[in-house]
């Protein structure tokens, strides 16, 4: 697979670029969402994945920076270096691959693959479902966010080790959520935004 460095996160220059800007929310988001998942439905035709709109863009009403984030699991079978090959038909840099973790881009959009049911897909599901049903985290967040952004806008890598603390103690508290209301009801896990493709 062909690897596309990224300019600051891989060469740790982050001079000459944009800085980190929070945007307010913008519904547009969710169009572009549903643009990029038919395109990569498309193109992944045949192969097993599930395709869910993740990171602050798929929560309503939340800041963000611009280009939106996506999640595709893999089912057993579909091997990551067949679903890069054919994202990069569609445009798509791969930037690397980790046993648990492979990121494309392209301009406005970021790709993550993960196996479906690692600890990567069900963590990037429980925060953004936690922040959609609960909107004063929702808010905190877009605050820590800005503030970061303030303070170390110019480099990207500072701005993200900034919201660690947060992102673990809401994914926390949204497993402990998710098991207390699995205990009385009998469901678990989170609300997807698409169905199996």
Excluded at 98 to 114: A, F, N, V
Excluded at 122 to 150: C, G, M, N, T, V
Excluded at 154 to 171: C, D, L, P, W
């Amino acid at each position: 697979m062909t690897t596309n460095p990224r300019p600051g996160w891989d060469t740790d220059d982050w001079s000459g670029l944009p800085p980190v800007a929070i945007h307010p929310y913008d519904p547009a988001w969710r169009e572009q969402f549903e643009h990029a998942r038919r395109e990569i439905v498309d193109v992944l035709m045949g192969l097993a994945v599930r395709i869910e709109h993740v990171g602050s863009t798929a929560v309503p009403g939340l800041g963000a920076r611009r280009g939106i984030d996506i999640l595709i699991g893999l089912d057993e079978g579909s091997g990551v270096a067949a679903c890069v090959e054919r994202l990069q038909r569609i445009g798509f840099h791969h930037h690397f691959s980790k046993p648990d973790w492979t990121h494309l881009s392209r301009p406005g959009c970021k790709l993550h693959l993960t196996s479906l049911g690692s600890c990567r897909w069900s963590e990037l599901l429980l925060f953004r479902d936690y922040l959609r049903r609960h909107p004063e985290a929702a808010s905190a967040y877009h605050q820590i966010k800005q503030d970061l952004a303030d303070r170390h806008g110019a480099n990207g890598r500072r701005y993200v080790e900034g919201k660690t603390a947060f992102v673990r103690s809401v994914v926390d508290l949204a497993r402990r959520e998710d098991s207390s209301e699995g205990a009385t009801s009998g469901s678990t896990g989170s609300r997807s935004d698409r169905q199996r493709e």
